[in-house]
């Protein structure tokens, strides 16, 4: 809506916090939108009140266990701030960043905290660190038989009514082995009494047959 259009608008008759409330109840996609097209909607737009909705209602317990200091001035500069980069929590062991068009929450779990098959051995595995990787330490396979990996997490701090994927993000070495063969994959949804709920497995394989693609 162009400005000359919102001085005829019956938007333009509305006080400034009803304009933010119905901003609040779209998306920060379109509140990007309404503040970049109108000026009328740009103050609106960029409020805390509509931003502050579009962060995670737990953000302030969130930045509170940052590992280092956030610092933004506006509620809008702090979701654009969680959307580009990820906060390292729990001392450095958890990843935090938020989906950009939807605000939903995105975590990754570092290397020590994964349940991995022989993690203690140093013939078969080291922990070294990667100048690209979030994290200070990243765990290296060195030589094994079988691969198990298995991660934990609460579902509890994951955003509700959200349909969520696990990767295993990995980088390999120029010189590598023993990874074009199929491998299962599995995500349960257990509870804190060790009931399983629900169990899906798919065959997956980690480097593509087809090096071509």
Known sequence: MSDENMETSPF????????????SFTSPKYACTAAAVSLGFKSAADSDTVWERFLPPDYKEIISG???PVI???????????????LLLDGGKLSLGL???TGKKCYMLCARELQIAWIDNPVHW?????????????AELLSVCWLDICGVFKAQMLSPNTTYVAYLVFKLAEEHYGF????????EIVKENGTVMENKTRT??????????
């Open 99 to 101: 989906s950009r068009s």
């Open 126 to 138: 080291d922990f070294t660190s990667l100048q690209e990787s979030r994290f200070g330490e990243v």
């Open 66 to 68: 940052s590992s280092s």
């Open 72 to 86: 933004f001035s506006t509620k809008k500069e702090l979701y654009l701030l969680l959307c580009n980069s990820h």
């Open 204 to 213: 997956v394989h980690i480097v593509s047959q087809n090096r071509d693609v």
């Open 180 to 187: 074009d063969s199929s491998s299962n994959a599995s995500v």
């Open 12 to 23: 333009a008759m509305l006080p400034d916090d009803c304009v933010e409330k119905i901003i």
